[in-house]
């Protein structure tokens, strides 16, 4: 069965940091491109930040540069999102999201298997 399964998520105060990991079992992510999203109460679910099959290009939205890294390992099976600098704001279900795609760029559209999300809670 193809599964991602994200983990990491967690309770933090502001200006703490957070790891979230996502892996792959059922199938190998080297030819996927991976994307975080994010989904917070009463908000549309937005990009946060991919990274290609090749790990060679990377994007972040706006509200994270300079905070947030994506990371992969492919002999894990993984990807990560290293946070750092948490707001308030960044409140939400975070979820990974895997594109089958040789393209040197990554995209936060059109992808084929989806996780069930891990919670990350900023608050003092």
């Known amino acids: 069965q193809l599964q991602l399964v994200e983990s990491g998520g967690n309770l933090v105060q502001p200006g703490g940091s957070l790891r979230l990991s996502c892996a792959a079992s059922g199938f190998t992510l080297d030819y996927y491109a991976i994307g975080w999203f994010r989904q917070a109460p009463g908000k549309e679910r937005e990009g946060v930040s991919c990274i290609s099959s090749s790990g060679d290009s990377t994007h972040y939205a706006d509200s994270v540069k300079g905070r947030f890294t994506i990371s992969r390992h492919n002999a894990k099976n993984t990807v990560y999102l290293q946070m750092n600098s948490l707001k308030p704001e960044d409140t939400a279900i975070y979820y990974c999201?895997?594109?089958?795609?040789?393209?040197?760029?990554?995209?936060?559209?059109?992808?084929?298997?989806w996780g069930l999300g891990t919670l990350v809670t900023v608050s003092s």
């Open positions: 999201a895997a594109l089958h795609s040789d393209s040197y760029y990554c995209s936060f559209s059109g992808m084929d298997y």
